[in-house]
């Protein structure tokens, strides 16, 4: 699966970039930030039915341990690159982002659950940052101008994967959200998007809200 994910986008971005609009188009500089849910699972070495007894009773085995999760909001950040395809003064116009994104730690789950006594309780969480390479293709469509065509209402969709990451753990990103261009010169413009992104990897799906700002230089 992640195989084919990075392969698609591989694909649809090498179309995209020797299409006949690529010939017009712009670059940008972007960065992003916001936060996500990350499930972390941990397990109780214990009879849940006997925590509250004088003597529990361990299991023998750790694969008979319970296993239990909790959801935690992760802050995340990046920056990178953006081709845009097409004109400047399209209301359409194709985004191919390529970006660098960082991943908080995820917190000790005994910490954050009553679910099971801290003694009894273990797990192996991600205590270091991870490192994600992400890539996605995706539109942004113009709904109104305003403010003598300075300003551009946006909506905005995005689609792609973090296909590299440091620890084996790459994932299929979607997402779509609203956005503003203000057009500070002919050839340079500026903008700022707030999305909704949901991310699909081995253990399920994780939601993130995610806010991006940056500056496009056209060539056209």
Same mark, same amino acid.
């Given at each position: 699966?992640?195989?084919?994910?990075?392969?698609?986008?591989?694909?649809?971005?090498?179309?995209?970039?020797?299409?006949?609009?690529?010939?017009?188009?712009?670059?940008?500089?972007?960065?992003? &930030?916001?936060?996500?849910?990350?499930?972390? #699972?941990?397990?109780?070495?214990?009879?849940?039915?006997?925590?509250?007894? @004088?003597?529990?009773? #361990?299991?023998? @085995? #750790?694969?008979?341990?319970?296993?239990?999760?909790?959801?935690?909001?992760?802050?995340?950040?990046?920056?990178?690159?953006?081709?845009?395809?097409?004109d400047r003064d399209d209301?359409?116009?194709?985004?191919?982002?390529?970006?660098?994104?960082?991943?908080?730690?995820?917190?000790?789950?005994?910490?954050?659950?009553?679910?099971?006594? &801290?003694? #009894?309780?273990?797990?192996?969480?991600?205590?270091?940052?991870?490192?994600?390479?992400?890539?996605?293709?995706?539109?942004?469509?113009?709904?109104?101008?305003?403010?003598?065509?300075?300003? *551009?209402?946006?909506?905005?969709?995005?689609?792609?994967?973090?296909?590299?990451?440091?620890?084996?753990?790459?994932?299929?990103?979607?997402?779509? &959200?609203? &956005?503003?261009?203000?057009?500070?010169? *002919?050839?340079?413009?500026?903008?700022?998007?707030?999305?909704?992104?949901? *991310?699909?990897?081995?253990?399920?799906?994780?939601?993130?809200?995610?806010?991006?700002?940056?500056? *496009?230089?056209?060539? @056209?």
């Amino acid at each position: 699966m992640r195989a084919s994910f990075a392969n698609l986008a591989a694909a649809t971005t090498f179309a995209l970039l020797v299409s006949p609009a690529a010939h017009a188009g712009g670059i940008s500089l972007l960065g992003t &930030g916001g936060a996500h849910t990350d499930r972390v #699972y941990f397990y109780s070495e214990v009879d849940s039915e006997t925590f509250e007894d @004088d003597e529990p009773v #361990y299991y023998d @085995d #750790y694969t008979d341990y319970e296993q239990f999760s909790v959801d935690q909001n992760l802050g995340h950040f990046g920056g990178g690159l953006e081709v845009i395809l097409g004109d400047r003064d399209d209301l359409i116009t194709g985004s191919v982002r390529f970006f660098y994104l960082q991943d908080a730690p995820q917190v000790d789950p005994g910490t954050l659950t009553s679910k099971v006594p &801290g003694d #009894y309780i273990v797990s192996a969480y991600r205590e270091d940052p991870r490192h994600i390479g992400m890539g996605l293709i995706g539109l942004n469509w113009g709904l109104v101008e305003f403010a003598s065509d300075r300003l *551009r209402l946006m909506a905005v969709g995005h689609v792609g994967s973090g296909f590299l990451t440091t620890d084996h753990t790459e994932f299929f990103a979607a997402g779509a &959200g609203p &956005g503003i261009t203000y057009k500070a010169a *002919r050839q340079f413009h500026v903008f700022a998007e707030i999305a909704y992104q949901a *991310r699909f990897q081995q253990r399920g799906w994780q939601h993130s809200g995610n806010f991006t700002a940056g500056a *496009r230089y056209y060539f @056209d």
